[in-house]
Nanobody, 118 residues
Framework: QVQLVESGGGLVQAGGSLRLSCVASGRTFSKYDMGWFRRPPGKERESVATISRSGTPSYVDSVKGRFAISRDNAKNTVYLQMNSLNPEDTAVYYC????????????WGQGTQVTVST
């Protein structure tokens, strides 16, 4: 069973940066689209950024120009570089994957907490 393990969260001041990592077990990482999602306190989970198996990124409007998603297939890892963080970015961040384009993402990791202070 594939496992996704996120890391890199923490407490940061507004304007700061963090880089999240998500390592996937298994040997078929390159065949999957990967995504980062977040659940702010008291809110629903939302998509933040996705990257296709061919490396094409996509972002929610609120993070465009501040966040960058990338992947290293040799390391079975997807990253989320987060710059110019603001308190509205506070959330538990999750990674997930999907095999079929357009299908729902699944195989959720346990999440990593990001807290942005003023």
């Amino acid at each position: 069973q594939v496992q996704l393990v996120e890391s890199g969260g923490g407490l940061v001041q507004a304007g700061g940066s963090l880089r999240l990592s998500c390592v996937a077990s298994g040997r078929t990482f390159s065949k999957y689209d990967m995504g980062w999602f977040r659940r702010p306190p008291g809110k629903e989970r939302e998509s933040v950024a996705t990257i296709s198996r061919s490396g094409t990124p996509s972002y929610v409007d609120s993070v465009k120009g501040r966040f960058a998603i990338s992947r290293d297939n040799a390391k079975n890892t997807v990253y989320l570089q987060m710059n110019s963080l603001n308190p509205e970015d506070t959330a538990v961040y999750y990674c997930a994957r999907r095999l079929i384009p357009g299908a729902p993402f699944g195989s959720w990791g346990q999440g990593t907490q990001v807290t942005v202070s003023t």
